[in-house]
């Protein structure tokens, strides 16, 4: 499914250590799981659909050194009883929770003003509230507990970069621009008990699994937008999984309450859209704009 891991971390780092990838069966999850059980971890990925869990997990597995090994866990994020029960599954398997990577989310494509309340709810759900509910369900159940403020805990929420909105995809961008700034807010609350709290921000990262959501769409999307990104390519997976495994480490201790890009030098700007032909309906109030400065 992908190639092998970027990290020049050192093999062991992660060994005995315990963390949660939501998402974890595709895309970039994978990617993140991969290269953490081939670090030593322990790792439980958790999404809707066991099927994909657990042929990722037997994918998976093969990667592991010193001890690293996947567990596979139902859940859908939107829903709290699902939260509990993989928090549970994860202090039963792992005996602990060094580490989650809030990775789980999507979108549908759709301008403002055909997006029913359902929808946008469902996606507000799916990107912000799983965030909350996940990362407050561990730190009051274990990292709360932890006697010894050097026992860290480590957030890496996945957001996407839409410092300037996200035309098409408005829901989705101010869902993750919530979660932005609840990042900030954990980060500073839990400082104390030593757990960190970042935002990686992926710009356009090829993955086939998520791509696969958008159909013939994908396609004429790429071919718009790739000029624009100043790399002129699409990220990879590992490509952003090694940011995310630097943030769970200890070599990041005193990063918190930070967004990363991993954009291709997108500064964590918009998704370049070209907006629709609109006839330049902003016409200046004073003065005559000259021709040559109209499409
Ligand atoms: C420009 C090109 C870019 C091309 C691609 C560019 C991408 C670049 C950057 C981003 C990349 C990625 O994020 S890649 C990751 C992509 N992966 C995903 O998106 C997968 C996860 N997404 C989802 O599961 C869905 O989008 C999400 C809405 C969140 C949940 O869907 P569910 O079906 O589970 O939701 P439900 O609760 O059943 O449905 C609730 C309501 O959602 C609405 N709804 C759901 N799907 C809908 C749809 N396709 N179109 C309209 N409306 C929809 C309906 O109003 C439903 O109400 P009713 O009609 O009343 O029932
Ligand atoms: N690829 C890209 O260009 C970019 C991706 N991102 C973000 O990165 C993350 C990973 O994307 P990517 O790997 O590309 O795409 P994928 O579609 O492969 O990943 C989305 C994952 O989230 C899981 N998921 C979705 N909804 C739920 C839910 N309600 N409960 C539990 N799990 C859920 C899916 O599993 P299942 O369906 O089985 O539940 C799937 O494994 C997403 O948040 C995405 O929005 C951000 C910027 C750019």
């Given at each position: 499914m992908s190639s092998l891991a970027l990290t020049p971390f050192?093999?062991?780092?992660?060994?005995?250590k315990g963390i949660i990838v939501t998402g974890?069966?595709?895309?970039l999850g994978y990617a993140i799981a991969k290269e953490l059980v081939s670090l030593g971890a322990k790792v439980v990925i958790a999404a809707r659909r066991i099927d994909v869990l657990e042929a990722a997990a037997s994918e998976l597995n093969?990667?592991?050194?010193?001890?690293g090994k996947i567990y596979v866990c139902q859940c859908n994020v939107r829903n709290e009883d699902d939260i509990q029960k993989l928090v549970t599954f994860a202090l039963e398997t792992?005996?602990?929770?060094?580490g989650l990577v809030n990775n789980a989310g999507g979108q549908f494509v759709s301008p403002v003003e055909n997006i029913s309340a359902r929808g946008f709810k469902a996606v507000v759900e799916t990107n912000l509230l799983s965030c909350f509910m996940l990362s407050k369900e561990i730190y009051n159940r274990w990292w709360s507990l932890q006697?010894?403020?050097?026992?860290s805990g480590s957030i890496v929420n996945i957001i996407l970069a839409n410092k300037n909105g996200f035309p098409m995809m408005a829901h989705s961008g101010a869902a993750r621009a919530g979660v932005e700034n609840l990042t900030k807010s954990m980060a500073l609350e839990w400082i104390g008990r030593g757990v960190r709290v970042n935002c990686v921000a992926p710009g356009i990262i090829y993955t086939e699994s998520g791509f696969a959501n958008y159909g013939e769409m994908a396609g004429a999307f790429l071919s718009s937008v790739l000029p624009c990104i100043p790399a002129h390519r699409c990220g990879t997976a590992e490509e952003v999984s090694s940011l995310v495994v630097f943030l769970l480490s200890?070599?990041?201790?005193?990063?918190?309450g930070q967004n990363m890009g991993v954009d291709g030098g997108m500064g964590?700007?918009?998704?370049?859209l070209r907006p629709q032909?609109?006839?330049?309906?902003?016409?200046?109030?004073y003065g005559e704009l000259p021709m040559k400065a109209r499409l």
């Open positions: 050192k093999a062991g780092l992660f060994v005995g974890g069966g595709t895309g093969k990667s592991s050194q010193r001890g792992m005996g602990r929770i060094d006697e010894d403020s050097k026992t200890d070599a990041a201790v005193y990063i918190t964590q700007g918009t998704i370049p032909d609109h006839g330049a309906s902003l016409l200046p109030v």
